[in-house]
């Protein structure tokens, strides 16, 4: 016998998913009142693996899922939000560990002397070679480079994805609070 | 500018009350864009977080594009998902080719783009831009949904902009050439780039013969 | 069997009095044995057929321009035999460098049947006795053997990263100004297109042509040569199957595969030992994470580092993680493929993202984690990520499962597709060097998990499942199998979590590792994952070959599609279950 009793269990399950879609929105609705569903305050209720019921749809972009403090965008210079200048010293640590080699640093010299200067002048990183891995943030000596938290990221012209030191900076504050824990503990670790 | 915003053409004060012009550039790309369907395409990594973006979490029939064609003759959009390599570019040109105007290419991830982390291998594309006209680019190894959802409402807005005056698929004679396909031969065969060849062995042929 | 030899060492030795003229110890950082290219054939019957080393795992070369390690200068060919619970044996046959030949193992050992292609395809050795010996990842008429040391490629920079144009004067350059053409290509030296049209067979399409010109008496129909994919929704991304056809029934079927070639070994040659730790998520991009451990378990054998529990324990959950992400993927396409549509994998896609979640809040990236690191892992899991993990491991997975079951594992029309579907005998499935489930379906209760058991895998009870017919339903039923398997280790793993350390010593960007080999192989969600790697002692690998699952598993689809109707192909395919980054690297 083909059309038997499990077809019809099967179809009961994912009628019964169906249907949970529509009333866990009118429960919502009874509890709490209209539009109370789809709000920031509920997201992570919606999004949890055990409170999770019915529609599990994120509304991007009219809401957006929290990144974890971990998450690996694409890299950022650091700067000092009071004197604006950059933690980078140029040492080349990133450079060196980028597995596909898409950072390029040039060192900056002294006009008068030509000794090398502790910070960079020129400083490229092609994201559309950038595979997030996340090692330059990772073996930087200095905290100076970050794992950005941008994810819409997106380009006409595969030009503008050669990001160069203006386009590559961030405040301090933008890194403390993205990285929050992180942050802290880097304080902490100063103030000792 | 968006079109609803755009200001109507005047009407001349004789023709009140008898003519109504109406937006039919904003409700034509409005069904366009509303409407977007992807070829089911897929390469490499990118493909999977793009199966990922089409499943319930992210959801882009919200967008009216739940629907993948596998046929690119019922396609608009062709997202790009991954590394193109030399033995698959002439299906992936094939398949553009096939693809019935008005189309539009997002390239997704960084193979595509550029050839990523990949980019010096032998048998990868530096690059679908170079085979293909892109609309849009979505970088990240992989991209987030989110990412490439973004990516997508930029081309909506794009459709957006356009007007049906100048849209290059409903003028008279501009039929658009088929690119090219590549063969593979000792190497990928561009055939644009035949003279440029010949003309680079009539160089190197001298040279070997001092 | 001879019950007396146990170690590798001792067959070793039973090796060399046995064949005294033929065996000796490999040089000194070399495991194994070193056998004369004529008489392998003999040593690897013997092998075979009195010492049970019924399995082949991994075939490859190594390219010695000049002498290395103890290595004169040659092509070196690499086998790795394994027993039930033994090995590996790793055995090295050198081959001239000017005309490198070899006897062919495919009549011993089928599942040198890709490996052996795959060899001559990027090495240029030449298998002598192969039935089949055509490019395989690349095409036919492509210039040259590109994973020799000696080929450099368009857009070659320098022989090892990191570049020195990168700092401290690094502008950037893009890459395509290294070619003339402004992209990456190549031709050879007075080749013009004008004249020139693609005269060999570069498609594959000449043998099935020619066998559907042959007439059977039998059967009044002609036959007709199919072509599914590369672009085709059923094949799991870019692979290609060519199929030649009797009515509807299957008389000849070949993988073709290489659409998704990236290069991988020869740029994993290039890059440090670290760097090719996040190129390896990229090969089985489903289950990123039990990509990386048979690499830093590889290079941990070579730095003799052994991770410090905590490790080992996180590693440990990470990977039963993705093999439950895996399965559950997998039996979602296939019943995408059976004509479910996106039921099932709309289902799967749920749970992988809320597991995604747990590896993008311990790793910080969904997909690609890059995660291992050698000696331990990158990031500790934090209260947050264990909390999240013990709500998946303990509730939500396994109600998923309780579902999956309920709706699959009896459902008529699924097992009127897949039961007697595609099936594949024991000996069959181990002559062909299959691995994982598509194995144990037939019956063979082997795991790498069991068999050489790495990290803490001795620790936890489970058991490893096994079905009996070898079908397409069989292979559904391990893998749920699997799946509860994996639950119960997660859980274990869980409650037993040890504090302590999760790095072994300090993390360092340039690490150089002691020359030698390494053969690391773990159980991963397709099937024994191996890595083999060959260290010159520098900061960069001498060789690096990935023997993926599912290259080898698909070695064996042209034999059980053998008779079966066409639209069973796509189901077949489906259980064997395929990620074609793995396939093509």
């Known amino acids: 016998m083909y059309i038997g009793w499990n077809i019809l269990k099967s179809l009961w399950i994912t009628f019964r998913r169906f249907v949970e879609s529509y009333i866990d929105d009118l429960r919502w609705l009874f509890k709490k009142g209209f539009g109370k569903r789809y709000t920031p305050e509920t997201l992570p209720v919606r999004q949890h693996p055990l409170t999770k019921r019915g529609i599990f749809t994120v509304q991007y972009p009219a809401e957006r899922l929290p990144l974890p403090e971990r998450f690996r965008g694409f890299p950022f210079l650091v700067y000092d939000d009071e004197t604006g200048k950059l933690l980078c010293t140029a040492c080349g640590t990133c450079a060196r560990v980028c597995p596909p080699q898409c950072i390029w640093i040039v060192r900056a010299t002294d006009p008068q002397t030509g000794k090398p200067l502790r910070e960079p002048a020129e400083f490229y990183v092609d994201i559309s070679i950038c595979m997030n891995c996340g090692f330059c943030a990772e073996f930087c000596p200095f905290d100076a480079i970050k794992m950005g938290h941008e994810i819409e990221v997106m380009a006409f012209d595969r030009a503008d994805l050669l990001l160069d030191l203006e386009k590559l900076r961030r405040p301090a504050s933008y890194d403390a609070q993205i990285h929050p824990t992180d942050y802290a503990q880097k304080q902490a670790r100063k103030g000792e | 500018m968006s079109p609803r915003k755009r200001q109507l053409p005047e009407i001349p004060p004789e023709l009140v009350g008898t003519v109504h012009i109406t937006p039919i550039d904003a409700i034509y790309n409005w069904a366009r864009k509303r409407s977007l369907w992807p070829i089911f395409f897929g390469l490499a990594c990118c493909a999977f977080e793009m199966i990922g973006t089409f499943a319930a979490r992210f959801d882009p029939s919200r967008f009216g594009m739940e629907i993948m064609r596998a046929s690119p003759r019922q396609a608009d959009l062709m997202i790009i998902n991954g590394t193109v390599t030399k033995k698959m570019l002439p299906q992936v040109v094939r398949l553009y080719n096939q693809m019935p105007e008005p189309k539009y290419v997002l390239v997704m991830g960084a193979c595509a783009i550029s ?29 987030r949904p989110e990412g490439l959802i973004h990516g997508i409402l930029t081309i909506h807005a794009k459709m957006e902009r356009e007007s049906l005056r100048n849209l290059r698929w409903y003028k008279k004679g501009e039929v658009p050439e088929p690119i090219p396909v590549p063969e593979l031969g000792p190497d990928l065969v561009d055939w644009r780039l035949t003279e440029k060849i010949e003309a680079m062995q009539e160089e190197v042929v001298p040279s070997q013969v001092e | ?31 194994g044995i070193l056998v004369a290219q004529d008489r392998l054939v003999e040593v690897a019957t013997y092998l075979r057929d009195e010492l049970d080393f019924a399995y082949l795992s991994s075939v490859t070369v190594v390219d010695y321009p000049q002498p290395l390690n103890g290595m004169p200068a040659c092509y070196d060919v690499v086998y790795h035999f394994f027993q039930g619970r033994g090995g590996p044996l790793t055995l090295h046959v050198q081959a001239d460098r000017e005309n490198p030949v070899v006897p062919s193992l ?13 060899a001559w395809d990027l090495m240029g050795v030449r298998f002598d006795g192969h039935p089949d010996l055509r490019r395989i990842l690349l095409w036919e008429g492509f210039d040259g053997h590109p994973l020799r040391k000696d080929w450099k490629e368009v857009y070659y920079e320098e022989e090892h990263k990191p570049f020195g144009s990168r700092f401290p004067d690094g502008r950037p350059v893009p890459a395509e100004s290294r070619s003339p053409f402004g992209d990456n290509l190549r031709y050879p030296p007075g ?17 099935h042509d020619e066998l559907a010109r042959q007439e059977d008496p039998n059967h009044p129909a002609d036959r007709v040569v199919l072509n599914m994919g590369p672009h085709h929704p059923s094949t799991h991304g870019v692979l290609r199957l060519l199929v030649t056809l009797e009515g509807e029934r299957i008389v000849k079927l070949e993988p073709m595969m290489g659409f998704l070639h990236r290069c991988h070994e020869k740029i994993g040659e290039r890059n440090v030992w670290l760097g090719n730790i996040p190129y390896t998520d990229r090969l089985d991009y489903v289950c990123a994470m039990s990509n990386e ?8 054998k070579l730095l003799g580092v052994e991770p410090p529990p905590r490790a080992q324990y996180i590693r440990v959950i990470m990977a039963e993680f993705t093999r439950f992400l895996n399965h559950a993927v997998s039996i979602g396409f296939t019943g995408n493929d059976l004509g479910i549509y996106f039921t099932a994998m709309l289902y799967a896609l749920e749970e992988r993202e809320h597991i995604l979640d747990l590896f993008e809040m311990v790793s910080g990236s969904r997909l690609m984690c890059n995660y291992m690191r050698f000696g331990g892992v990158a990031h500790d899991m934090s209260e947050e990520a264990i909390a999240l993990a013990r709500a998946l491991a303990f509730e939500r997975l396994p109600r998923y499962l309780d579902q999956l079951e309920s709706y699959f594992t009896d459902n008529e029309l699924f097992k ?98 002691p020359a030698g080999e390494s053969y690391g192989r773990i159980e991963a969600p397709k099937g024994e994952l191996g890595f083999y790697i060959v260290s010159d002692g520098g900061p960069n690998p001498y060789r690096y070959h990935i023997r993926a699952p599912s290259f080898v598993n698909l070695g064996v689809m042209g034999e059980i599609c053998w008779g079966h109707l066409i639209a069973d192909v796509v189901i077949i395919l489906a259980s064997i279950d395929i990620t074609l980054g793995e396939v093509d690297r």
Not at chain 3, 191 to 207: F, K, M
Not at chain 3, 293 to 300: F, G, I, N, S
């Open chain 3, 191 to 207: 080749w013009s297109p004008r004249d020139w049209r693609p005269l060999v067979d570069v498609w594959g399409y000449a043998p």
């Open chain 2, 115 to 143: 050839g990523g982390p990949f980019q010096e291998g032998y048998n990868v594309v530096s690059g679908i831009d170079k085979y293909l006209p892109v609309d849009v680019y979505v970088p990240g190894c992989p991209p």
């Open chain 3, 293 to 300: 451990l048979p690499y830093v378990l590889a290079v941990e």
């Open chain 3, 106 to 118: 495919v009549p011993l050992f089928p599942s040198a049947l890709f490996q052996e292609r795959e």
């Open chain 3, 1 to 31: 069997m001879n019950e007396s030899i146990g170690s590798t060492t001792d067959i070793v030795t039973h090796l060399q009095e046995r064949f005294p003229d033929a065996v000796q110890p490999a040089p000194a950082p070399y495991q």
């Open chain 3, 416 to 513: 009127a597709r897949a039961v007697g579907v595609g099936v594949l005998p024991p000996e069959m499935a181990v002559a062909y060097g299959c691995t994982g489930p598509l194995l144990r379906a037939s019956g063979v209760p082997y795991d790498v998990r069991r068999a050489e058991p790495y990290f803490a895998y001795d620790d936890f009870n489970f058991d490893i499942v096994v079905g009996q017919n070898g079908d397409v339903y069989d292979r559904y039923l391990v893998r749920v199998g699997e799946m509860r398997q994996s639950l119960r280790i997660l859980q274990q793993a869980l409650n037993r979590l040890p504090d302590g350390p999760i790095m072994a010593g300090r993390k360092s960007a340039t690490l150089k590792v």
